[in-house]
């Protein structure tokens, strides 16, 4: 059976964001080998700095989509809910958080009833 260089895992774990089902796939297609998921992601972990690479190489991907979908999208409900979602998750900084806080304490007063 033939085997994955080092350098052809990490080109085809890449060009699939890191999501060991697709990469699965994309071992079997392309170089016509039987790989689990299993075995993907214990290859994954000898090459933990080049997965974390990879994986913050997909966020960047996903955030300029979004960009792109708040700029250019032409059903308003998709764009509010792209601005929500953008605005959730990076605009904390400035106020925008849809999830409201607990309050971490709480001060009760029990007083006694008067008859």
Do not use: H, W
């Not at 059976?1 to 890191?18: C, H, P, T, V």
């Not at 708040?70 to 849809?98: H, M, Q, S, W």
Request: hydrophobic share 35%; aromatic share 6%; proline share 3%.
């Amino acid at each position: 059976m033939a085997k994955l260089s080092d350098a052809q895992f990490l080109d085809i774990l890449r060009r699939n964001g890191a999501i060991a089902a697709r990469t699965v796939e994309a071992i079997r297609k392309e170089y016509k080998i039987e790989y689990s998921r299993q075995a993907v992601y214990q290859r994954m972990r000898t090459f933990p700095e080049e997965v974390q690479d990879i994986i913050e190489e997909s966020i960047d991907v996903a955030e300029e989509q979004l960009i792109g979908l708040i700029r250019t999208c032409k059903n308003p409900n998709v764009k509010l809910n792209a601005i929500k979602y953008f605005l959730d998750a990076k605009g904390k900084e400035r106020g925008y958080n849809a999830k409201e806080q607990a309050p971490t304490k709480v001060e009760v007063e029990i007083k006694d009833r008067e008859d």
